[in-house]
Every structure is written in structure tokens, then in C-alpha cells.
């Protein structure tokens, strides 16, 4: 039998993969340095006025939430009106005011978004607002809903 019809090929049919590692490198920090998770389970409920002009804040980092409304209670009931930073809900409306100059502290350009239930009690609303102002947060935003066309 003669050697002529023998095919010797020298190729290889594997994928390149010595970038590979770089490649998911770059991934993985493009997905973390772009990914904001969501660290606050809502304790109270928030069912938000509307408005007819509103505006989107475009830095979501530069934001504080603060939640006002009735609690939440089990079997869905509600409680009082209660005021929520972060993932605790603040006992004494006065300590809002050392929390929150902290956070202006560590953050100069802080926007604090209040978040009121629409059936909420105006004077806590109102206390709240004087311990913002007492800390120095001056720059406070007024979370609401896009008013539907009828």
C-alpha cells in the first residue's frame, strides 16, 4: 500500500484560550464597578403622592433614602407612623439628626430623597424635616409618582 494517500495534518483544532482569563478579568470588574445592589428591606409602607413636574436625579449614589409612612405589621395590617433610615426604624425622630450629619460627613454632595406615604401624619413629616435641617442637609428631595393622564 503506498503512502501517498495518507494524510498527515499537523493542525490543531483547539480555541485559542490564553486571553481568556484576561477577558473574564474585565468583565468581572466592569460588572461590579457598574452593578448598585439594593441594601434596605422597606419596613414601612410607601404609597407615593403624584405629581404633575418632577424630575430624575441622575447620580443614585449621591442619595440618602428616608422612608415615612405606617408600619408594617404581620398578616398585612399597619401601625403608626414610623420613620425608616436605611435598614432601621428610628425610635427617637431626634437621633435622624446625627445619622444623617455622619452621612454628609462622609458624603459633602448628599441629596436626601424623603419618601412619605400619602396618608402619613404631617408632624412627623415636619419633625423630620427640622432635624435634616438642624444636621445641615440642606438639599432634600420630595419622592413622588409621575401623575397619570386621565
Do not use: C
Not at 441594601?39 to 433614602?65: C, D, F, G, M, N
Not at 404631617?122 to 438639599?139: I, Y
Amino acid at each position: 500500500m503506498s503512502t501517498h494517500f495518507k494524510k498527515k495534518s499537523k493542525t490543531s483544532q483547539e480555541i485559542p484560550t490564553a486571553s481568556m482569563p484576561d477577558i473574564i478579568f474585565m468583565l468581572l470588574i466592569f460588572f461590579m464597578v457598574s452593578t448598585v445592589l439594593r441594601e434596605t428591606t422597606v419596613q414601612v409602607r410607601t404609597r407615593l403622592p403624584q405629581a404633575e413636574a418632577i424630575t430624575k436625579i441622575e447620580q443614585k449614589r449621591l442619595i440618602s433614602y428616608i422612608w415615612i409612612g405606617p408600619r408594617k405589621l404581620a398578616n398585612n395590617r399597619l401601625g403608626e407612623t414610623a420613620v425608616q433610615i436605611d435598614d432601621a426604624l428610628i425610635e427617637d425622630i431626634s437621633t435622624i439628626r446625627t445619622i444623617m450629619w455622619r452621612k454628609l460627613n462622609e458624603q459633602p454632595k448628599l441629596i436626601v430623597s424623603l419618601r412619605v406615604d400619602e396618608t402619613s401624619e404631617m408632624g412627623t413629616v415636619l419633625d423630620v424635616q427640622q432635624e435634616l435641617r438642624e444636621a445641615g442637609t440642606l438639599r432634600i428631595n420630595y419622592s413622588t409618582k409621575r401623575l397619570l393622564a386621565s
